[in-house]
């Protein structure tokens, strides 16, 4: 039995008892996502079940039948929620049923993304030149499917850092630079870019934070001051990092002003679009991100409004040959062969830090065949126009109150009630009604501070959603705001 002569492998022994647990399997997650609507957004973990995942490794394996029902009894009923039509916290997406068959069959062929010649690379240079057009880059432009918008945003930064440090930091390390480089980006900027420039070696100092307005939006005539400035004391600005969509609410930088700026200053021009990127693939909403397409390099996810699966984000650097130098290494094993398999004219593990990788991309090109890039676009058109109506409604509620204009699909407001309040019971208010609606399992909303002051934020990037999801949030909102005295 557990002889190396054991040729057994880990196949299944009883090939057609796997086939008929997948089956039900694929029967029932289809059905759970045509009904999702009828379970809570959200329900807390019993205590008996977090206990079964503290269990030692099973040493010896058991049913196919026993783990399907383990899976259903204790995970599945669990998860966070972000495929229900009301889960608006933080910035989740919802995935498709298309997406999740793609991932099924991802796994199957279980292709290994590092650059051999398979189909899967096709595929994702595919997804990459699709994406390229839809977002205005030129053909010529190189990318990278990554597992999100945080290592998107690391690529391209590193990209910017070795395009202006001075020395060749593959050889001699950011320490040889005689220069301090700095990045600029607003206050609202997400922490990813602070923690991209911490991983680069450049310290979060190096990210200078230049105010916003009230619109939450850079104001770049503090910019150039700012620059101004750091030259002045010896530094060497490097990078101005635009954020199209803010996590906090959806402001969108004055792009086009910043790229003007980078351009004169000959910098590094960055955008961080981690979902209001894909605002450009709406004829409509395309305005609204202007100035996107003039950066030097744009990081951005599809998991989060193109409702792809968990993790996909994209790199896309203009200057393809830069993008390259930042990651070349030299490896006799990894090198292309004129045939066979090495000779995919891919080189994928020389434009990121990974080697391996899943086929990210199977998801997004099995999903946008069946519904469609128009599709896509009028999904995050609906998402827009359910933020106006949340906003209208609030602006209506004299128990509401609205914290910041709403751009894109995001919406901050308060319960204020008709009590007065001091500003920090306030903002434990909130954060209790939130608590409470998460917890009633009838939505998910989340917090943030704005300017130092709790709020309740809504991130409405969800196609399953409609506006009476967003009605039942308020009410919701309303009704616990009362409960805890009004
Ligand atoms: C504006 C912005 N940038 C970067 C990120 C990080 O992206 P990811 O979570 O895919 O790593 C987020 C995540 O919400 C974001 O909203």
Redesign the pocket.
């Known amino acids: 039995m557990n002889s190396p002569d054991d040729e057994r492998g880990l196949d299944p022994e009883d090939w057609e008892a796997l086939r008929l647990v997948g089956h039900r399997l694929v029967d029932e997650l289809l059905h759970s996502l045509r009904t999702v609507r009828e379970q809570p957004a959200w329900r807390p973990i019993p205590e008996s079940v977090k206990q079964g995942f503290r269990t030692p490794a099973p040493m010896q394996g058991s049913s196919p039948e026993a783990v399907h029902r383990e899976f259903l009894e204790t995970v599945f009923p669990y998860r966070l929620g972000n495929i229900h039509p009301r889960f608006f916290a933080?910035?989740m997406g919802t995935g498709t049923p298309m997406g999740a068959l793609a991932e099924f069959a991802a796994a199957a062929m279980n292709n290994n993304l590092s650059g051999l010649e398979s189909s899967a690379v096709h595929v994702e240079a595919q997804v990459l030149r699709w994406l390229k057009a839809l977002l205005g880059f030129p053909e010529t432009a190189s990318g990278l499917l990554t597992s999100?918008?945080?290592i998107a945003?690391l690529i391209a930064l590193q990209v910017a850092r070795d395009e202006y440090a001075g020395v060749d930091v593959n050889v001699e390390g950011v320490q040889a630079s005689r220069y301090r480089l700095v990045a600029y980006a607003s206050d609202e900027v997400?922490s990813?870019v602070q923690r991209a420039l911490m991983v680069l070696g450049l310290g979060s100092t190096a990210l200078r934070r230049v105010p916003t307005g009230p619109d939450f939006r850079m104001r770049v005539e503090d910019l150039e001051d700012r620059i101004d400035d750091d030259v002045g004391q010896g530094l060497r600005p490097f990078c101005i990092v635009g954020?199209c969509?803010?996590?906090n609410t959806g402001a969108i930088d004055p792009l086009d002003a910043m790229a003007d700026l980078a351009e004169r200053r000959k910098l590094w021009f960055h955008v961080?679009g981690?979902?209001g990127a894909l605002a450009a693939l709406s004829p409509s909403l395309r305005e609204r991100v202007r100035g996107l397409e003039r950066a030097h390099s744009v990081a951005f996810?599809l998991?989060k409004w193109g409702s792809a699966p968990y993790?996909v984000?994209v790199v896309l650097v203009r200057d393809a040959e830069a993008h390259h130098r930042a990651f070349q290494t030299e490896a006799a094993y990894l090198s292309p062969l004129p045939r066979g398999v090495a000779a995919a004219d891919y080189p994928a593990n020389e434009l990121g830090p990974e080697l391996s990788r899943g086929f990210r991309g199977l998801r997004i090109w099995m999903a946008w065949k069946e519904h469609g890039v128009s599709r896509l676009a009028r999904a995050i058109e609906m998402n827009v126009a359910q933020a106006a109506h949340v906003k209208q409604r609030v602006e209506g509620e004299a128990e509401l109150q609205l914290s910041a204009p709403v751009p894109l699909n995001l919406v901050t407001f308060r319960y204020v009630g008709r009590r007065r309040r001091s500003p920090e019971a306030l903002d434990a208010l909130q954060a209790e009604i939130v608590m409470r609606v998460q917890e009633s399992g009838v939505a998910v909303p989340s917090t943030t501070k704005l300017r130092g002051r709790t709020v309740i934020r809504l991130a409405i990037v969800n196609h399953r959603s409609r506006r009476a999801d967003l009605d039942a949030l308020l009410d919701a909102v309303l009704r616990e705001g009362r409960a805890l005295g009004g």
């Open positions: 933080r910035v999100g918008c945080s945003n997400h990813a954020s969509g803010t996590v961080d981690a979902f996810d998991h993790g984000g």
